[in-house]
């Protein structure tokens, strides 16, 4: 009652007022909440050498900073996606940079990385206790010379408080960074980070998130890079600079970045293209447009071994991971599995590996 009231408020501020003071009240009010209740036995999932009490996971940019893991770990999710965090902090771009497409349940943003940059971010996750699983989603300074030093760096600083990094070459909203998925400079890339991570005592898994505004030869180069590389999972997709003819909303025609409902259908599309290239090798991570147990669940059986959402949480509050979990189970029950385990990749036909 009290977090419905709180979520009907806040949505009469600006897009990003609401968000900042979301944040401050899951700092200071967390705890007084009761958690969420625990999760059905059958949504436990192991993917990326983690244990994984539910496959729901809270995408980036919600907590870029750090700040809430462990509040929004309360919330049900089954892990939770911090950044993505720049080594150097970055104010971002000029405000309003953030828009509500209220008819459309969708979310514009421009945002640009405004982030605290990566020493204060290691200090907070350094000072919490590891429970839960929490990633990090790193990415480059809008005004570095050199980017993939920039990756290099905060994934040193980052990567041994994390449980995985997520590569971040994908925002629509720093001039450039998207040329990161082209196949020269993707490989180049994955090999420094890989690099990186083979010096370390317990290395981490890494996922490399990519854009929705790909093309096949991109998907096809981006898959090949990714099954050289040695990397661990992709996470399909971040928000998209499309716009569907069917937006409702007066700020429809804003610039940035487009996520919520009508990413998807377009975000699964994706996911079942990336699976049926990388087939079982690479875990997938299904992101874009999951509002419910029904969508989070199209996703699995796309091939998502995990899914994550944003812009459905600014509409339904945080009551919203609950409810998806039990539709989830339901949808598993109806159809036969046993465990989410079973049902992840269940539309695809034979895979090639
Ligand atoms: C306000 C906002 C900020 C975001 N910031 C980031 C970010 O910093 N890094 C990132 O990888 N994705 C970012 N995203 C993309 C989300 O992680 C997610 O990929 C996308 O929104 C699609 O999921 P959704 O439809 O459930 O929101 C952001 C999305 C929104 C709405």
Same mark, same amino acid.
């Given at each position: 009652?009290?977090?419905?009231?709180?979520?009907?408020?806040?949505?009469?501020?600006?897009?990003?007022?609401?968000?900042?003071?979301?944040?401050?009240?899951?700092?200071? =009010?967390?705890?007084?909440?009761?958690?969420?209740?625990? #999760?059905?036995?059958?949504?436990?999932?192991?993917?990326?050498?983690?244990?994984?009490?539910?496959?729901?996971?809270?995408?980036?940019?919600?907590?870029?900073?750090?700040?809430?893991?462990?509040?929004?770990?309360?919330?049900? =999710?089954?892990?939770?996606?911090?950044?993505?965090?720049?080594?150097?902090?970055?104010?971002?771009?000029?405000?309003?940079?953030?828009?509500?497409?209220?008819?459309?349940?969708?979310?514009?943003?421009?945002?640009?990385?405004?982030?605290?940059? !990566?020493?204060?971010?290691?200090?907070?996750?350094?000072?919490? @206790?590891?429970?839960?699983?929490?990633?990090?989603?790193?990415?480059?300074?809008?005004?570095?010379?050199?980017?993939?030093?920039?990756?290099?760096?905060?994934?040193?600083?980052?990567?041994?408080?994390?449980?995985?990094? @997520?590569?971040?070459? #994908?925002?629509?909203?720093?001039?450039?960074?998207?040329?990161?998925?082209?196949?020269?400079?993707?490989?180049?890339?994955?090999?420094?980070?890989?690099?990186?991570?083979?010096?370390?005592?317990? /290395?981490?898994?890494?996922?490399?998130?990519? @854009?929705?505004?790909?093309?096949?030869?991109?998907?096809?180069?981006?898959?090949?890079?990714?099954?050289?590389?040695?990397?661990?999972?992709?996470?399909?997709?971040?928000?998209?600079?499309?716009?569907?003819?069917?937006?409702?909303? /007066?700020?429809?025609?804003?610039?940035?970045?487009?996520?919520?409902?009508?990413?998807?259908?377009?975000?699964? =599309?994706?996911?079942?293209? !990336?699976?049926?290239?990388?087939?079982?090798?690479?875990?997938?991570?299904?992101?874009?447009?999951?509002?419910?147990?029904?969508?989070?669940?199209?996703?699995?059986?796309?091939?998502? #071994?995990?899914?994550?959402?944003?812009?459905?949480?600014?509409?339904?509050?945080?009551?919203?991971?609950?409810?998806?979990?039990?539709?989830?189970?339901?949808?598993?029950?109806?159809?036969?599995?046993?465990?989410?385990?079973?049902?992840?990749?269940?539309?695809?036909?034979?895979?090639?590996?």
């Amino acid at each position: 009652m009290v977090l419905a009231v709180a979520t009907a408020v806040l949505r009469l501020f600006p897009a990003e007022t609401a968000h900042r003071t979301t944040i401050r009240l899951a700092q200071n =009010f967390a705890t007084l909440l009761p958690a969420a209740p625990p #999760s059905d036995p059958r949504l436990a999932i192991r993917v990326l050498g983690r244990d994984f009490d539910n496959p729901i996971g809270l995408a980036a940019g919600f907590d870029k900073n750090a700040e809430v893991p462990d509040a929004m770990l309360r919330l049900g =999710f089954g892990f939770v996606e911090c950044g993505t965090v720049t080594p150097r902090p970055q104010e971002g771009n000029p405000r309003p940079r953030l828009f509500r497409l209220r008819e459309d349940r969708a979310v514009i943003n421009r945002l640009g990385f405004n982030n605290q940059g !990566m020493a204060v971010v290691a200090t907070r996750l350094s000072a919490r @206790a590891r429970r839960g699983i929490v990633g990090i989603n790193i990415g480059a300074n809008k005004d570095s010379i050199d980017r993939i030093a920039d990756y290099r760096a905060s994934f040193a600083r980052l990567a041994p408080l994390a449980d995985y990094v @997520a590569v971040n070459v #994908s925002s629509p909203n720093t001039p450039g960074l998207r040329r990161l998925q082209n196949r020269a400079e993707l490989t180049g890339l994955l090999q420094t980070l890989t690099d990186a991570r083979a010096k370390m005592t317990d /290395p981490v898994p890494l996922l490399l998130k990519i @854009a929705p505004d790909l093309d096949g030869q991109a998907l096809d180069d981006i898959a090949a890079v990714v099954l050289a590389g040695g990397i661990e999972g992709l996470i399909v997709c971040n928000t998209t600079i499309a716009r569907p003819d069917t937006l409702k909303s /007066p700020q429809a025609a804003q610039a940035g970045g487009l996520s919520g409902a009508p990413l998807q259908a377009p975000s699964t =599309f994706i996911l079942r293209e !990336m699976r049926a290239r990388v087939g079982t090798k690479v875990s997938l991570v299904g992101v874009g447009g999951i509002a419910s147990g029904v969508d989070a669940y199209a996703k699995i059986r796309a091939g998502a #071994s995990l899914v994550q959402l944003y812009t459905a949480l600014t509409f339904s509050g945080p009551g919203l991971v609950t409810r998806i979990k039990r539709e989830l189970v339901n949808c598993l029950a109806r159809d036969g599995f046993k465990s989410v385990g079973d049902a992840v990749g269940a539309d695809l036909g034979p895979l090639k590996n």
